[in-house]
């Protein structure tokens, strides 16, 4: 069997390995010294392979012991034309090209994200060399134009992010991964202090904001109503037809959705995710509202109108209508700034409040996870205050404090007495 011997020279600052054999495993011994470790170790095992001889001068030339070859001519190594090098736009402009799953208002808005936010600082990068130093730099740059840590947390999550994963990926025809890892992960996104949704709270609440609507504008304030009672989104309502409306059990069924798309609002034959189909209940009030808004249509028409006739568009509803309707309901006393998507926050904690069960919560606003309608639209409220003051009330006493009566006795609690 051969073996290496480590070698040293007397100052011990060199060091050579010499593999030793006997010829044929029993004859003769027989050897050849090498400066490298890994060397030593494979012509050792090619001496092995070949009985304990000297391998043959072929392979050795194959393996690159040439050297060990009296007389080998070795053919240079084929130069290795460069590769070419792939920025990061490049590849990301051919990544959202093979995109298949979003929707074209989904790529227009990544490659938009992109041209403004991303390809002006490493668009011109070699994909490859793209540091996690650079793109905490990148990143600090777009607090520095006072991007919100939303839109940047949306930027990096849903547009940069994945480039880079599908850059360590291995080509479609098993070219090798451009990148070993991912530069963001790993990169602290930064803080995002979420104000809290304004809601309306109460039945006093809720009529400063319908009955503005109703002032401002009927056919609107229709509108508001069905997102108040039902919790839909702006383009589910919006995009309403007839026949979503069963008047028997009293309900309306999400079908069909108005999306924006390449700046133009568009009826989508399907709601927003597959948990988006669904059918909720409609009291009794809201029922009367539809049956008057639906008296006449066709199956297909949509329930709320626009003046003019087709559906509402978001940015006129909300610059001509809800403005309007806004800034009066605070005349009337609504003391906060509501959003007509508070309108849907609004419902979905009234319930919450109410003791509705989260799966019906879940159900109701079309989400995938229970945990998305609790984390998200579920706001605390000041409904529970009677309860809570009563349960005090209960535990501490009714008489205590000052006002206590002097005879209740020495062990009555009075506070700072």
């Excluded at 309707?325 to 003391?335: F, Q």
């Excluded at 799966?359 to 409220?381: C, E, N, P, Q």
Aim: aromatic share 8%.
């Amino acid at each position: 069997m051969a073996s290496i011997e480590t070698r040293k020279t007397k100052d011990g600052k060199t060091t050579s390995y010499r593999v030793k054999w006997r010829t044929g495993g029993t004859g003769a011994q027989d050897g050849t010294t090498f400066d490298v470790h890994t060397d030593a170790k494979q012509f050792k095992a090619l001496v092995e392979v070949y009985g304990h001889q000297w391998p043959p001068a072929d392979v050795l030339i194959a393996k690159g012991f040439a050297y060990l070859v009296p007389g080998a001519v070795v053919s240079p190594a084929p130069v290795e034309e460069p590769q070419p090098v792939v920025t990061f736009e490049a590849f990301a402009l051919e990544y959202l090209d093979r995109l298949v799953k979003p929707n074209p208002e989904t790529k227009r808005k990544y490659l938009e994200r992109l041209r403004v936010h991303v390809f002006p600082v490493i668009g011109e990068r070699p994909i490859v060399e793209i540091t996690r130093r650079e793109m905490r730099l990148w990143q600090e740059g777009l607090l520095a134009k006072r991007l919100s840590a939303k839109t940047i947390q949306n930027i990096r999550g849903e547009t940069v992010s994945p480039i880079f994963e599908a850059a360590c990926l291995p080509g479609e025809d098993d070219e090798p991964p451009l990148r070993t890892y991912n530069p963001l992960k790993g990169l602290k996104l930064p803080e995002r202090n979420r104000p809290e949704r304004e809601i309306v709270e109460d039945q006093q609440e809720a009529a400063f904001v319908i009955e503005a609507g109703y002032e401002v504008d009927p056919s609107a304030a229709d509108l508001l109503l069905m997102l108040l009672a039902t919790g839909m989104r702006w383009g589910e309502a919006a995009g309403l037809p007839v026949r979503a409306v069963n008047f028997d059990r009293g309900t309306v069924s999400i079908m069909q959705v108005l999306r924006k798309e390449n700046f133009k609002w568009k009826v989508i034959a399907r709601p927003k995710t597959k948990d988006g189909y669904r059918e909720i209940p409609v009291p009794d009030q809201v029922m009367k509202v539809l049956e008057v808004r639906c008296g006449g249509k066709g199956r297909d028409a949509f329930v709320f109108t626009a003046p003019k006739g087709g559906h509402w568009r978001y940015e006129v509803f909300y610059d001509d209508r809800w403005k309007k309707i806004r800034a009066l309901a605070e005349a009337k006393g609504l003391r906060k700034r509501m959003t007509m998507y508070g309108l849907r926050h609004s419902l979905l904690t009234w319930l919450a409040s109410e003791g509705v069960d989260l799966m019906t919560l879940r159900t109701i606003a079309g989400h995938k996870r229970v945990s998305t309608t609790f984390d998200i639209y579920v706001h605390s409220t000041r409904r529970h205050h009677p309860k809570v003051k009563e349960a005090v009330s209960g535990l501490v006493g009714l008489e205590v404090g000052p006002f206590a009566p002097r005879g209740a006795g020495a062990d009555t609690y009075r506070p700072g007495v």
